[in-house]
Nanobody, 123 residues
Framework: QVQLVESGGGWVQPGGSLRLSCVAS????????MGWHRQAPGKQREFVAQ???????DYADSVKGRFTISVDNAKNTATLQMNSLKPEDTAVYYC?????????????????WGQGTQVTVSL
């Protein structure tokens, strides 16, 4: 079993900052990628950022220059630093990861998701 647990969401005024964290735990052999998606009310879930071993960091155009993703491999933790937040960044943010487990160390699954953390940007 693999679990992803997010933390760090909350409310912030426009222009403010928040930092989200995601910790992966369980029967993990390797982590190939960690990233974030978000889903606003009435909208589909969308890609925000991802970091992989071979490609580095990728970002959605809407967050480039404002968000920074990083990973601490020793702690199986990904962090999303969000600056200059806008009301349109309001959403539930979900961590996801590409992980190979101990029972299948040569096969990565990208279907691991956290429970989500709410980010609200408003006056």
């Amino acid at each position: 079993q693999v679990q992803l647990v997010e933390s760090g969401g909350g409310w912030v005024q426009p222009g403010g900052s928040l930092r989200l964290s995601c910790v992966a735990s369980g029967s993990i052999a390797s982590i190939y990628a960690m990233g974030w998606h978000r889903q606003a009310p009435g909208k589909q879930r969308e890609f925000v950022a991802q970091i992989t071993d071979n490609r580095g960091a990728d970002y959605a155009d809407s967050v480039k220059g404002r968000f920074t993703i990083s990973v601490d491999n020793a702690k199986n933790t990904a962090t999303l630093q969000m600056n200059s937040l806008k009301p349109e960044d309001t959403a539930v943010y979900y961590c996801n990861a590409g992980i190979a487990t101990m029972t299948a160390p040569n096969t990565a699954s990208y279907d691991y998701w956290g429970q989500g953390t709410q980010v609200t940007v408003s006056l």
